[in-house]
């Protein structure tokens, strides 16, 4: 491209131009070189195939299968459509968006049309998460209130202290069970707050991904405390006499924090990365090659 600048005016059998090829097959690397161009990127913004489809409408589309594919998830797929569709958006000229093709369609209409069975499957997607979490978190919130309540060594029958209230074992025990607590709490309300949203097809763009981030992330936090209050419990009822016990006790406290790290952190950092990382397009340019 850089050889041959003019080869961007090429257009294949269908009539299409290397961006708005770029644009229909999703191919971000292509698109970002319109950022690479000059004055000469402004014929994008007003320029139509055959059948008065502009930019904007050919984002619209539904992406590729292959492309899809790419992605897990039917809930990240329709939100990178929503990212292609909102980076189009603010490229091309403000009235694009109510102009009409040779269908009578505006490209929110083609959007909708298209994405419309994606939409559906990133709500069920969503909500059997959500539903699988919800039941967690309210099994956790469950034992550990318990366990606030029944403190391990049980209470002083005169004053009505709990026996162990000045041992560092007791200490750790009621922090990590208190941050239990209240983080399985917030992780409910959250896939709650999910189960009940209206889902529209915006909302994943970073309404639902951002319930979903939390929720997983509090949730990690609480099974994490519950462990370690548990382990704390262990300590207090079976190592005060023999220090070794440590030793057994922390292997077991960090094999289920490592297998929740190693079989749901790639959701969340999938999530975190899909919503607030620094995407696949690339606006800043320092150069030109046409």
């Given at each position: 491209?850089?050889?041959?600048?003019?080869?961007?005016?090429?257009?294949?059998?269908?009539?299409?131009?290397?961006?708005?090829?770029?644009?229909?097959?999703?191919?971000?690397?292509?698109?970002?070189?319109?950022?690479?161009?000059?004055?000469?990127?402004?014929?994008?913004?007003?320029?139509?195939?055959?059948?008065?489809?502009?930019?904007?409408?050919?984002?619209?589309?539904?992406?590729?299968?292959?492309?899809?594919?790419?992605?897990?998830?039917?809930?990240?797929?329709?939100?990178?459509?929503?990212?292609?569709?909102?980076?189009?958006?603010?490229?091309?000229?403000?009235?694009?968006?109510?102009?009409?093709?040779?269908?009578?369609?505006?490209?929110?209409?083609?959007?909708?049309?298209?994405?419309?069975?994606?939409?559906?499957?990133?709500?069920?997607?969503?909500?059997?998460?959500?539903?699988?979490?919800?039941?967690?978190?309210?099994?956790?919130?469950?034992?550990?209130?318990?366990?606030?309540?029944?403190?391990?060594?049980?209470?002083?029958?005169?004053?009505?202290?709990?026996?162990?209230?000045?041992?560092?074992?007791?200490?750790?025990?009621?922090?990590?069970?208190?941050?239990?607590?209240?983080?399985?709490?917030?992780?409910?309300?959250?896939?709650?707050?999910?189960?009940?949203?209206?889902?529209?097809?915006?909302?994943?763009?970073?309404?639902?991904?951002?319930?979903?981030?939390?929720?997983?992330?509090?949730?990690?936090?609480?099974?994490?405390?519950?462990?370690?209050?548990?382990?704390?419990?262990?300590?207090?009822?079976?190592?005060?006499?023999?220090?070794?016990?440590?030793?057994?006790?922390?292997?077991?406290?960090?094999?289920?924090?490592?297998?929740?790290v190693t079989l749901q952190c790639p959701l969340i950092v999938e999530l975190i990365s899909?919503?607030?990382?620094?995407?696949?397009?690339?606006?800043?340019?320092?150069?030109?090659?046409?």
């Amino acid at each position: 491209m850089w050889r041959f600048p003019d080869a961007i005016w090429s257009t294949n059998e269908d009539g299409h131009n290397f961006i708005q090829y770029s644009v229909i097959n999703r191919s971000e690397k292509i698109y970002n070189l319109l950022y690479e161009m000059s004055e000469h990127k402004n014929i994008y913004k007003t320029i139509t195939d055959s059948s008065g489809n502009n930019l904007l409408h050919l984002a619209a589309r539904l992406a590729p299968a292959n492309k899809l594919n790419l992605i897990s998830g039917a809930a990240l797929q329709i939100q990178r459509e929503l990212q292609w569709f909102k980076e189009v958006d603010r490229f091309v000229c403000p009235l694009n968006l109510l102009q009409k093709n040779s269908d009578d369609e505006t490209p929110q209409m083609v959007f909708t049309r298209e994405h419309k069975d994606l939409v559906i499957e990133g709500e069920s997607w969503i909500k059997k998460t959500a539903e699988s979490y919800t039941i967690t978190a309210a099994l956790i919130i469950t034992i550990v209130f318990a366990a606030a309540i029944t403190v391990p060594g049980g209470n002083n029958q005169e004053s009505g202290m709990p026996v162990f209230t000045n041992d560092i074992a007791f200490t750790v025990f009621a922090i990590s069970d208190a941050i239990s607590l209240f983080t399985a709490v917030t992780s409910l309300l959250m896939f709650l707050s999910i189960l009940t949203t209206r889902f529209a097809e915006h909302d994943f763009l970073f309404k639902l991904p951002r319930k979903l981030i939390i929720g997983l992330t509090m949730l990690f936090l609480s099974t994490t405390a519950m462990i370690i209050a548990f382990g704390a419990t262990l300590f207090l009822v079976f190592g005060k006499s023999n220090l070794l016990m440590l030793i057994p006790i922390g292997a077991l406290t960090c094999l289920p924090i490592t297998s929740f790290v190693t079989l749901q952190c790639p959701l969340i950092v999938e999530l975190i990365s899909a919503t607030y990382g620094g995407g696949i397009f690339v606006r800043e340019k320092y150069g030109y090659f046409y």
